[in-house]
């Protein structure tokens, strides 16, 4: 699956945003989906996920009850809402895609578990 995401810029701290990613091809309810991001001169990091099926939510404790990622299989996307922004927050975002994935949280916030990436979209969050 080919994934284009889309939703990132410059905001301020407190402020909200939201990315969405959408994925091109066939059987994409079936695709557990992540977000993954990576600040500037560290490693790529986990954010969160939507497991395909029964459609749990896991999140980093970093942006546990800020952040809020859902899915519209009928549209081939999935969103991530960004609330309360921190310059903590300022990476690049990544969606990512891998079919039939559940199991544990350490199986679903791996990053060698997706198979397909986006290309990435900047978040910028200013103090």
């Known amino acids: 699956v080919q994934l284009q995401a889309s939703g990132g810029g410059l905001v301020q701290a407190g402020d909200s945003l939201r990315l969405s990613c959408t994925a091109s091809g066939r059987a994409f309810s079936t695709y557990t989906m992540g977000w993954f991001r990576q600040p500037p001169g560290k490693e790529r990091e986990f954010v969160a996920a939507i497991v395909w099926s029964p459609g749990d939510t896991i999140y980093s404790d970093s942006v546990n009850g800020r952040y809020t990622i859902s899915r519209d299989n009928a549209k081939n996307t999935v969103s991530l809402q960004m609330n309360h922004l921190e310059p903590e927050d300022t990476a690049v975002y990544y969606c990512?895609?891998?079919?039939?994935?559940?199991?544990?949280?350490?199986?679903?916030?791996?990053?060698?578990?997706?198979?397909?990436w986006g290309q990435g979209t900047q978040v910028t969050v200013s103090s």
């Open positions: 990512a895609a891998a079919r039939w994935l559940r199991g544990s949280r350490t199986t679903v916030v791996s990053d060698t578990a997706y198979g397909d």
